[in-house]
T-cell receptor, first 113, second 114 residues
Framework: QKEVEQNSGPLSVPEGAIASLNCTYS??????FFWYRQYSGKSPELIMS????GDKEDGRFTAQLNKASQYVSLLIRDSQPSDSATYLCAVNILTGGGNKLTFGTGTQLKVEL | EPEVTQTPSHQVTQMGQEVILRCVPI?????FYWYRQILGQKVEFLVS????????KSEIFDDQFSVERPDGSNFTLKIRSTKLEDSAMYFC????????????FGPGTRLTVL
């Protein structure tokens, strides 16, 4: 069973702080890694993708990947109340078929004023 | 900015009835997906579709489910005889090319089976 694990939270951070979200995955064949943001009652919105070891920065977001440790993280700098949402880690395994995404349960982030 | 659209936004049906959920993927995208999310649970893969055929399907995607691309723009999910446990949010997603793994999701259809 290929799993993606996340702490469900909630993770509470004060406005302006750095939020750190973590994800581990079980399948070493995983090739691509994604972070989606999901507001309550809405659909997943892609915010970051990362394919190779190291850091990838996009605005206030930094994704980090460590394939040896099977670990992906997302840092959100200068957290804003509008960042309050559930963050889904998703992993893509090249199966030769459709490149399906396997999702974690998500971490709920609350940014407090 | 191009986006995936889905209709209807909410569908209420009686158990045993057939429903068709519709999606218009991003123009020029080649790979299409259906996922579902039962309330409070994780997003689950149902099926992937490419070149007018199913590429992969999950255990959830049994004989009650089917997908179709009836024309150049629409992508549909049909549930032949709905069960109470089919109540969920159904998301359509699309991906551009074989070289891009990013999937973009539509707003979803909330299916309620009574």
């Amino acid at each position: 069973q290929k799993e993606v694990e996340q702490n469900s939270g909630p993770l509470s951070v004060p406005e302006g702080a750095i939020a750190s979200l973590n994800c581990t995955y079980s399948d070493r064949g995983s090739q691509s890694f994604f972070w989606y943001r999901q507001y309550s009652g809405k659909s997943p919105e892609l915010i970051m993708s990362i394919y190779s070891n190291g850091d990838k920065e996009d605005g206030r977001f930094t994704a980090q990947l460590n394939k040896a440790s099977q670990y992906v993280s997302l840092l959100i700098r200068d957290s804003q109340p509008s960042d309050s949402a559930t963050y889904l880690c998703a992993v893509n395994i090249l199966t030769g078929g459709g490149n399906k995404l396997t999702f974690g349960t998500g971490t709920q982030l609350k940014v407090e004023l | 900015e191009p986006e995936v659209t889905q209709t209807p936004s909410h569908q209420v049906t009686q158990m045993g009835q057939e429903v068709i959920l519709r999606c218009v993927p991003i123009s020029n995208h080649l790979y299409f997906y259906w996922y579902r999310q039962i309330l409070g649970q994780k997003v689950e893969f149902l099926v992937s579709f490419y070149n007018n055929e199913i590429s992969e399907k999950s255990e959830i995607f049994d004989d009650q489910f089917s997908v179709e691309r009836p024309d150049g723009s629409n992508f549909t999910l049909k549930i032949r005889s709905t069960k109470l446990e089919d109540s969920a949010m159904y998301f359509c997603a699309s991906r551009g090319t074989a070289f891009s793994n990013e999937q973009f999701f539509g707003p979803g259809t909330r299916l309620t089976v009574l």
